[in-house]
């Protein structure tokens, strides 16, 4: 067989998407760590990391735990066998014309880099080909391109949430799509080397919501009557840019989407949303102490009214109220790094 990142390899090797999130640092070292010098397949591996990251760290943690040569994705990459290549922090990761593409889209799911946009450009690339695999993480980021590649013909692999620090994302696939694989970590690099050496039959073609959606994430602003096509427009705003949002439905599965490009499942609109409204409240909050402390300060001038103590006391009345709604806002703080 062919040196590892070798382009002699056959020309239609097998892509393996990887989605991880919390504790992902871990479980993607010791998966790497099983997979063989000569493994015919390319991986491209989103991992979610706070924008102001740097992949040096990730990069030779997964060079010197594994046996394959490993690059964060660059603008128009040729993805070759045998070769790993990471998201960029705080960009997204997909694939088109078989090479890399990194964008500064719309977040989805929250999160940019997202697991969907890469799950999604991969199964519209290469169909069958693709094997999607979903590990450790908080919420639900590549359920909808876990269904995606099952609805394209590829192999679906999640990690046994028993299994995983942090089980919400493989958890929330199996909800929602038929995998094909369900494996503690200690298996899936054994049971990755033989997906990716198997044959493969014909592809099948791309449902058109899948290709709309995908060139929706690659061109990063759509249009409405894209966006109309895949589902219908709800009295709710989207929390990333205003806009209208549409909701999107796969079997039992919901989504949202705005016209812009911000995508979200029910758990992570309701969890951005959460964030959202702590933010104005705490903006609430200083505006009032600031009204407050000035009218104080007008009192102990001379310069205020005689009503300005009511005037005190009803600042602290809402002053008093928002810190309660503060303090009992706990579902503001789920995370999901």
Not at 157 to 186: G, I, S, T
Request: aromatic share 4%.
């Amino acid at each position: 067989m062919a040196k590892a990142g070798s382009t002699t390899r056959r020309s239609d090797f097998p892509v393996i998407v990887i989605g991880a999130s919390a504790g992902g640092l871990a479980a993607l070292g010791t998966l790497v760590a099983q997979l063989p010098a000569d493994f015919p397949a390319a991986i491209l591996i989103v991992y979610h990391m706070a924008a102001t990251s740097s992949n040096d760290a990730v990069l030779r943690m997964l060079a010197d735990k594994g046996n394959l040569p490993c690059k964060q994705a660059i603008q128009h990459g040729v993805i070759k066998s045998g070769c790993i290549y990471l998201a960029q922090p705080d960009h997204h990761l997909m694939i088109s014309e078989s090479k890399t593409l990194v964008t500064k889209g719309a977040r989805e799911n929250r999160a940019r880099p997202a697991i969907d946009p890469l799950f999604r450009s991969a199964a519209v690339e290469f169909g069958n080909r693709v094997i999607g695999v979903v590990l450790t993480g908080y919420l639900d980021d590549g359920t909808s391109g876990m269904e995606v590649i099952r609805r394209c013909g590829g192999t679906c692999v999640v990690q046994d949430p028993a299994d995983a620090a942090y089980p919400d994302m493989p958890q929330n696939v199996l909800n929602h799509v038929k995998v094909d694989h369900c494996v503690p970590l200690a298996e899936m690099g054994s049971l990755l080397t033989r997906l990716a050496d198997r044959e493969r039959g014909a592809r099948i073609s791309v449902p058109d919501d899948i290709a709309v959606e995908a060139k929706i994430a690659q061109r990063v602003l759509s249009d409405l009557e894209s966006v109309e096509f895949l589902g219908a427009q709800l009295p709710f705003n989207c929390p990333g840019c205003g806009g209208v949002l549409w909701q999107m439905k796969v079997g039992n599965h919901v989504r949202f989407r705005c016209h812009t490009g911000h995508a979200y499942t029910a758990a992570t609109l309701l969890a951005e949303q959460t964030a959202k409204m702590e933010e104005t409240l705490w903006v609430a909050l200083r505006m009032f102490e600031e009204h407050k402390n000035l009218l104080v300060k007008m009192g102990a001038d001379g310069t205020a009214s005689p009503s300005y103590a009511e005037r005190v006391e009803q600042s602290n009345i809402h002053i008093r109220r928002i810190k309660a709604m503060l303090h009992s806002n706990t579902a503001a703080t789920d995370p999901l790094l």
